[in-house]
């Protein structure tokens, strides 16, 4: 059980274009999700925690207005990246949690962006 | 903001080796999570630990949540070819977010 999916796993856009990515939980209802970045050999960076039926919270330094997130339902949250530009290349992965975490986090397998 | 440090940051050990990873933290947290991701996944949760003290094993990996909530480690045992990744561990506060460790990439010789 709890399973996380995540789509695309992959995408190369270019430079002034959107790209849109989805985070599904399978077989329970994520009342919060969150979508983090983490470039090569780093660690995870928290961008934004996301709760459904309101407006995402996002970490200090990231931009709301560039990294759009929706949290429509209990089971899917999108990300999505606006004007994209190379520095924007990065892994994205979303979690999510039905409990706040009192059991964990599920993880999505990762969406690798690369911008153009 | 709040801040992990993970050590090793790296390890290379012969296949049957015991390994030793820890994390520390000037904060308290709340649960304290090991994650293991392969190249181009994301992180898959390996232990979660929900009380100061605590020491939980799942098979041959054991983990213990520090007395002072400030601290974790993570011991995997007679290490095989397939526990190669990168670990994580994770802390989380009250709030639900997870504040995450650099990372110990491990490399296991066969």
């Known amino acids: 059980g709890a399973v996380v999916s995540q789509h695309p796993s992959w995408v190369i856009c270019k430079s002034g274009t959107s790209v849109k990515i989805e985070c599904r939980s399978l077989?329970?209802?994520?009342?919060?999700m969150f979508w983090y970045r983490q470039f090569p050999k780093q660690s995870l960076m928290l961008m934004a925690t996301?709760?459904?039926?309101?407006?995402?919270?996002?970490e200090q330094g990231v931009e709301k207005d560039k990294f759009l997130i929706n949290h429509a339902s209990l089971t899917l949250s999108t990300l999505t990246v606006t004007s994209a530009h190379p520095e924007d290349s990065s892994f994205y992965i979303c979690s999510a949690t039905y409990d706040r975490g009192a059991w964990g986090y599920t993880f999505g397998s990762g969406t690798r962006l690369t911008v153009v | 903001g709040q801040q992990l440090n993970q050590s090793p940051q790296s390890m290379f050990i012969q296949e049957g080796e015991d390994v030793s990873m820890n994390c520390t933290s000037s904060?308290?947290?709340?649960?304290w999570l090991w994650y293991k991701q392969d190249p181009g996944e994301g992180p898959v949760l390996l232990i979660a630990l929900y009380k100061a003290g605590e020491l939980t094993s799942n098979g041959r990996l054991t983990a213990q949540f520090g007395i002072t909530r400030k601290d974790s480690f993570l011991n995997i045992s007679a290490s095989i070819p397939s526990d190669v990744g990168i670990y994580f561990c994770?802390?989380?506060?009250?709030?639900?977010?997870?504040?995450f460790g650099d990372g110990t990439t491990l490399t296991v010789k066969p």
């Open positions: 994770a802390g989380n506060t009250n709030a639900g977010k997870s504040t």
């Open positions: 077989d329970f209802q994520a009342t919060t």
């Open positions: 904060s308290i947290f709340n649960t």
């Open positions: 996301s709760n459904e039926g309101s407006k995402a919270t996002y």
